[in-house]
């Protein structure tokens, strides 16, 4: 199972805080994929090159791997000055 987290704006576009995804997920792109499936309205923000990914709390990318028990997060890019 892959603990999956949302924060920021993506939180509210999602309409959730957190999934849990037993279906497994060998890299970061394989889980966006299952979750589009399960969550087809989530695609266009999973798939926005500038949401940014973080595997056990250390930044990621789509090719980062994933095994059982992971914890992943979605977050928007962050901005300020």
Known sequence: MI???FFGQLKDQVNTP??????????VAE???IL?????????????????VAVNQTIGDD??????GDEVAFFPPVTGG
């Open 18 to 27: 957190s999934v849990k995804v037993d279906e497994v997920a060998t890299r």
């Open 3 to 5: 603990q999956v987290l």
């Open 36 to 52: 589009g499936s399960m969550h087809p309205h989530w695609r266009p923000y999973l798939s926005n090159h500038s949401t940014l």
């Open 63 to 68: 090719e980062t791997p994933l095994s059982d």
């Open 31 to 33: 889980l966006k994929k």
